[in-house]
């Protein structure tokens, strides 16, 4: 079963698993794209849909009757509501999720959803400047947390200045030289991030004030960058200067429809008819067109939410209402903008749009739920990239740990799309680095804890001590719910003895007296880790953490007076290759950088020109070259201008054969791309070279002739061993040269 939620993933029939599960049309993890595919006996078939009432139901259940008694049984319906009626299947023949995904273009190309780039550069050569591209965002300037009424300040943080943001686009250009950069800030407005929408300006004056973003844009706009602005019309509240609830969608008993929790407490969900003429309001998008010049905007949440019902008598909408002003709203501001994107993306999206922020991957990993691949059995694949990659530039969102991030540069690699960068570290983070980038080498262990009575309790922390520990750091302790979504208290302390003097083997430290806060009852994450005063930088450490470098070491249940607790042992960053990997610059170009730096570099200069060559190319082919279908093949365009991508995820060496007949060999989480015009590979032998150390390399054509006949060629090395063939000629490379011939 091929599913197209996100890029995509396909269901085997065989296993033990059992569930149901329901994929409604372009919901938050729903189907991406109006279809589902199946594939039975090596024959495939596309089913396809145009209303957004449609979901496609996917069961599997253990075989009880007839010739099918106790195997497993993957079948799918689709559940038809309100005004759909009618679906089409098509039989493909001989195939698999490709020839589904193929057979779905043509069918999105008569939906008219299929709208290349070579249409939407025609009177817009500027857009081209997403090829290649990317995404570098500040997420939130200004941060201000209000109670869930929005009537009460709870916090303010300042996380960058306007000027500090300009400083930081210039440090990308000027000193990691790069030049393909969508740059995109968030939390500019009056209040800050998610804060009194719809009104937005005078921008926010604790970050500088309009004057000083305005000339902060124009920085960043002289650097040669897409300077693009976070916004949101979906979401409403309560103390904004404009709320009224007419503008504030219906349920169909009559309340207000209620949004999330966010940063300026509850949101509510904007009728999308209204949200456009909210836009459109002279003090709204034209006056920050007006005041900064920049070249993409960026609305919130418009693709990401799933398609909106009002049940209110004044404007009702259907799904497909919504989706109209949706689009709508898109239309407008691209027009006025000049290019446009929003979160996670959808199919009938991509005529309206120039960006999708969230179809690649959300948190370092292929989708929000981080149960759903397990859930279902599922193995991620790219179907909405071989129908629509040609068509819109796509990245990931939210922040990720960049030491636990090799596989998710290689899930990029694999695509062919450039990174998105959202955990930028406060402020000015490069200035006064030391230059040490690799992770403390301390991991967390499992804690202990002693209950005592009145709701307290003693708890020790154990650290697994490598080697001697280089930073200044502080011990952060958080309870956090489950999803470690929020902070219920906290048991924060300075290590003692200090770091200086935790020697190598289980270190213990502890007891350290806790009370539960009164009428706090339920389930309680503990989670660890080292943090820096005053810039409240997380320290990584060696086992795996969560997205915000903290490790789970136990779990609290707290009951009335009744405490228990469960204690967890982290495990340890995985075998197979370094998670940490694209964090190195050791012998390489960004040597001696902050860690950030590091990685942002690093995967620019594989990711970038890779992206920049082929957004115009469709994706032609993708394969799993393994039985674990650890390794992945695909190829972008045709014949002689086709360029192919091989990673291996899996935990042993892979064996390429190229096609000059010389052999290179892909260690865990090594890859290789080949093309006419670009190479770029991280391997433990290539150009009959064989490497203790495998190097990372890129080499480009400066000429746009095929390397093996260009007169110029510039190598890039990143980390390891410094030593590439190129020709009849092994160079010694220690940043980067560039070779004439």
């Not at 020839?99 to 009177?123: N, P, Q």
């Not at 179809?359 to 370092?364: D, N, Q, W």
């Not at 000015?428 to 992770?439: A, D, H, I, V």
Request: net charge positive; with cysteine.
């Amino acid at each position: 079963m091929a599913v197209p939620v996100r890029l995509g993933l396909i269901i085997p029939a065989e296993g033990t698993l059992q569930f149901t599960h329901s994929f409604d049309t372009y919901a938050y993890e729903g189907c991406h794209m109006a279809m589902v595919g199946v594939v039975k006996g090596g024959a495939a078939a596309l089913v396809s849909w145009d209303d957004p009432y449609t979901a496609a139901e996917v069961r599997k259940t253990a075989g009880k009757t007839g010739d099918v008694k106790g195997r497993q049984v993957l079948s799918t319906s689709l559940v038809l509501r309100k005004s759909a009626r009618r679906a089409r299947v098509s039989f493909l023949g001989k195939g698999d999720y490709v020839t589904i995904a193929k057979a779905y273009r043509d069918a999105a190309r008569k939906k008219g959803w299929l709208v290349t780039w070579d249409e939407k550069l025609k009177g817009h050569p500027d857009r081209a400047r997403y090829f290649g591209a990317v995404n570098y965002k500040l997420w939130s300037m200004l941060t201000r947390r209000m109670n869930e009424e929005s009537t009460k300040e709870e916090s303010v943080t300042v996380n960058w200045t306007f000027d500090e943001a300009a400083q930081i686009a210039e440090h990308l250009k000027n000193d990691l030289r790069l030049d393909r950069v969508l740059f995109i800030m968030g939390g500019w407005i009056h209040r800050g991030y998610d804060n009194q929408h719809p009104d937005i300006l005078p921008a926010a004056p604790e970050c500088g004030g309009s004057e000083t973003f305005a000339e902060c844009c124009r920085r960043i706009r002289r650097l040669g960058y897409v300077l693009s602005l976070h916004d949101n019309y979906q979401d409403i509240y309560r103390d904004a200067p404009s709320w009224d609830e007419k503008h504030v969608m219906r349920r169909p008993d009559g309340q207000l429809a209620k949004g999330g929790r966010w940063a300026g407490g509850r949101a509510y969900l904007t009728n999308s008819k209204m949200a456009l003429e909210l836009a459109k309001r002279p003090q709204n998008l034209p006056a920050v067109k007006t005041l900064t010049g920049a070249d993409s905007y960026f609305i919130d949440t418009t693709y990401a939410a799933g398609l909106q019902e009002d049940s209110s008598k004044e404007h009702p909408l259907t799904r497909a209402d919504d989706m109209k002003w949706k689009q709508a709203i898109s239309d407008y501001a691209r027009g006025l903008f000049g290019s446009f994107g929003s979160e996670c993306g959808r199919e009938w999206a991509v005529p309206h749009a120039d960006f999708f922020e969230g179809l690649t991957g959300v948190s370092g990993r292929y989708y929000h739920g981080a149960g759903l691949l397990k859930k279902l059995g599922a193995v991620p694949v790219p179907l909405f990239e071989i129908v629509y990659r040609d068509c819109i530039a796509m990245y990931g969102k939210y922040g990720y740990d960049v030491y636990q991030a090799a596989a998710y540069v290689l899930h990029h690699v694999s695509i062919g799309r450039p990174l998105h960068y959202h955990s930028i570290p406060q402020h000015l983070y490069w200035k006064g680095w030391t230059g040490k980038s690799e992770p403390e080498a301390v991991a967390p262990k499992a804690a202990e804890v002693t209950v005592k009575p009145g709701r307290r309790f003693d708890i020790t922390y154990h650290w697994q001590v490598e080697k001697p520990l280089r930073g200044n750091w502080f011990i952060f302790v958080h309870f956090t719910d489950p999803a470690g979504a929020e902070i219920k208290f906290q048991n924060d302390h300075p290590p003692d003895p200090p770091f200086s003097k935790w020697q190598p083997g289980d270190h213990v430290d502890g007891p350290h007296p806790v009370t539960v806060p009164p009428g706090l009852e339920g389930t309680f994450d503990v989670r660890v880790g080292f943090y820096s005063r005053p810039s409240l930088g997380r320290a990584s450490l060696l086992g795996e953490s969560d997205n915000e470098r903290r490790t789970i070491v136990g779990r609290l249940e707290v009951a009335g007076e009744k405490i228990t607790f469960t204690p967890v042992t982290p495990k340890r960053r995985g075998a197979g290759g370094d998670p940490a990997l694209f964090t190195r610059a050791d012998g390489g170009w960004a040597e001696g950088m902050h860690p950030m730096d590091i990685y942002v570099k690093n995967t620019y200069e594989v990711l970038s020109p890779l992206n920049e060559i082929t957004s115009r190319m469709p994706m032609t082919h993708h394969s799993f070259l393994t039985p674990d279908r650890q390794v992945v093949r695909t190829v972008f365009g045709h014949g002689a201008e086709a360029v192919t991508c091989t990673v291996n995820m899996g935990q042993a060496e892979y064996r390429v054969r190229e096609t000059t007949g010389g052999e290179v060999v892909l260690p865990p989480l090594g890859f290789l791309v080949t093309g006419p015009t670009f190479v770029a590979f991280c391997a433990s032998a290539s150009g009959g070279i064989a490497y203790d150390d495998p190097p990372l390399f890129t080499l480009r054509s400066l000429d746009s002739r095929a390397i093996g006949t260009s007169g110029k060629v510039r190598i890039w090395h990143g980390f390891g061993d410094p030593r590439i063939r190129l020709g009849n000629k092994v160079h010694t490379v220690e940043k980067e040269t560039t070779v004439a011939f």
